[in-house]
């Protein structure tokens, strides 16, 4: 039986497999589509090894909230491609890696791979990761993860589809649907800004006296005949400037009408008119794909190759 792009596209979308295993399976069962569905999932771990080379820079961050905003996690699973990032069924399986992240009592990576996964506990997280990689058809890697338990309030943020994922957490007694609102509006500030810091008080001193010192240098060549005070005052204007950039708190916030407010005026705004204490604690944001090389390809070409076309 000839088998056609429209069936390799069929089994592909009913089981997340790659194109030419989808071809192959076909192939192999005469274009029978359930069994084609079986023999793909009896390739089991074999398909995994093979692909275990491969660059794995695409993929999605998902959270994972509490339903009392007591816990959060934050995971990012890395494909090696865009397409795959945006199927369904990597989609719920990284779900599910978030929400075993928020459960876990691992502090790394390696031990999070090591532990039992929640869903059958006769595999562990990393004997699941290579049985869906065998399913879905592509390398894929679980990158990292974050967990964050609190004694206040902790909201999440999913940026363009999963490329940007951020955890927010304050200290606080209430969990009213009003600080809930502002820590994910706070979240959206840190997806779209990428603060590196929360506040001054945070900032590595080491940098400090490195950027002090470039800017010294800076400002002296500019202005070679000021005097030292002159120049210590250049300095210190553009260093306040630049923590104003990275400090979450003294960023402007992103919805201030008045393109003034900065973050922390605004989280004051929200707990005067709540009548409440509310303080920005800690926040996590994860980039997918962050310092990760990418593979440059022509999706088409791949898809024309990889089906004989």
């Keep these: 039986m000839a088998i056609t792009a429209s069936m390799v596209k069929e089994l592909r979308e009913m089981t997340g497999a790659g194109m030419m295993d989808c071809k192959k399976a076909l192939t192999a069962t005469d274009g029978d589509m359930d069994k084609a569905v079986e023999f793909l999932r009896e390739k089991g771990l074999a398909a995994a090894e093979k692909k275990a080379g491969r660059i794995a820079a695409e993929g999605i961050v998902a959270t994972c909230v509490s339903e009392d905003n007591k816990v959060a996690s934050i995971v990012e699973v890395n494909s090696e491609t865009d397409f795959v990032a945006k199927n369904d069924t990597f989609k719920e399986y990284v779900a599910k890696v978030a929400a075993q992240a928020a459960k876990t009592t691992a502090t790394d990576i390696d031990a999070f791979l090591e532990e039992a996964w929640a869903e059958d506990t006769t595999k562990t997280v990393k004997e699941e990761l290579a049985s869906q990689i065998a399913v879905i058809g592509e390398n894929m890697n679980i990158r990292r993860f974050d967990k964050v338990v609190t004694d206040g309030v902790v909201e999440s943020y999913i940026h363009a589809g999963g490329k940007i994922g951020v955890l927010v957490e304050a200290n606080t007694d209430n969990a009213s649907d009003a600080v809930k609102e ?34 010294t240098t800076q400002a002296k060549n500019e202005k070679p005949d000021a005097n030292d005070k002159i120049i210590e005052g250049m300095v210190k204007g553009r260093i306040n400037k630049e923590l104003k950039e990275i400090c979450l708190l003294d960023q402007v916030y992103v919805k201030a009408e008045d393109g003034k407010q900065t973050v922390s005026a605004y989280v004051a705004e929200v707990a005067k008119a709540e009548g409440i204490t509310l303080e920005l604690k800690s926040f996590v944001r994860f980039e997918t794909g962050e310092g990760l090389e990418k593979k440059e390809e022509n999706f088409a070409e791949e898809v024309a190759k990889q089906m004989g076309m």
């Design 182 to 215: 502002c820590l994910k509006n706070v979240a959206m500030q840190v997806a779209a800004l990428s603060p590196k810091y929360l506040s001054r008080a945070d900032v590595d001193q080491d940098y400090l006296a490195h950027e002090t010192e470039i800017l």
